[in-house]
């Protein structure tokens, strides 16, 4: 993957609906929805709301229309005093998960495509391209779904999308195979960017968080050491560092995950 390569999202343009305001993509039959008053959609009605985690602050999950087009969203709520701190120290999370998931799809790197961002008085919702029928790579792997010549091929293929990624500044924060979706159409995606924000560069010392959990992620899954040290290889010859200075900031890291691991999940210790 060339990072430097810069491609064209399709165009947004404003969002205004009552006091709703935002973002939508041009063509996006989410119009219809805004337009017609259908806005916000019940949370808790399962002919159009399929839920797949919620807790008080966010909500994530599939929505359906009525023409059955689906989008992935998450909808985060606010009180009022901690909304109004937020106005003044940061940007809304759903505006974040717009701005960033753009950005990364201007330079290649594989992410589910923007289509919405809404924000009300007391929610703000991000809606997505969904892949209801895509599967992690951490799922893929534990249950033996990928043979051992295209994990190898993929995981390769994510050391460059990771460097893209970092080359242009953004850090995911939480980059464990998880976090990957492997949708049956296209290669690897990279998802959920609560935990991702950008820097004005990001050096060994702040990629080595990403790149450590990447590795934890295959470490536990039986991949070997020399496997981890290909993947960081690749990597820091993609970005143009030092792989020595890159592996002296990744192991302690690799190290620390996987004591939280084991204390936690009761997993086996990995290393590299």
């Known amino acids: 993957m060339n990072g430097n390569v810069i491609t064209h999202p399709a165009r947004s343009i404003r969002l205004r609906y009552g006091a709703w305001s935002g973002r939508i993509l041009e063509q996006s039959p989410l119009h219809a929805v805004f337009t017609s008053g259908a806005w916000p959609p019940d949370i808790e009605d399962p002919r159009h709301i399929h839920t797949l985690k919620r807790n008080p602050k966010v909500h994530s999950g599939l929505l359906t229309l009525e023409d059955r087009t689906q989008y992935f969203f998450k909808r985060f709520t606010t009180p009022p005093l901690r909304r109004h701190l937020r106005r003044l120290v940061a940007q809304p999370r759903a505006r974040a998960n717009w701005r960033l998931s753009r950005q990364l799809e201007r330079h290649g790197v594989p992410v589910a495509r923007a289509q919405a961002l809404a924000t009300g008085p007391s929610e703000s919702w991000f809606l997505a391209e969904a892949f209801a029928d895509a599967v992690s790579l951490a799922k893929l792997s534990r249950k033996g779904l990928i043979d051992s010549v295209d994990l190898l091929e993929t995981t390769q293929h994510l050391a460059e999308i990771i460097s893209t990624m970092h080359r242009v500044g953004i850090i995911h924060g939480d980059l464990k195979w998880g976090n990957i979706l492997m949708p049956p159409s296209c290669g690897p995606i990279i998802a959920d960017l609560d935990s991702a924000r950008q820097v004005s560069r990001v050096s060994p010392a702040r990629a080595a968080p990403d790149l450590a959990r990447f590795l934890v992620s295959g ?54």
């Open 219 to 272: 470490l536990e899954q039986g991949l070997t050491a020399s496997w981890a040290d290909d993947i960081t290889r690749r990597y820091a010859e993609a970005r143009g560092v030092d792989a020595e200075d890159l592996v002296s900031e990744v192991r302690p890291l690799v190290r620390k995950i996987s004591r939280a691991h084991q204390r936690r999940y009761g997993r086996s210790s990995v290393d590299i």
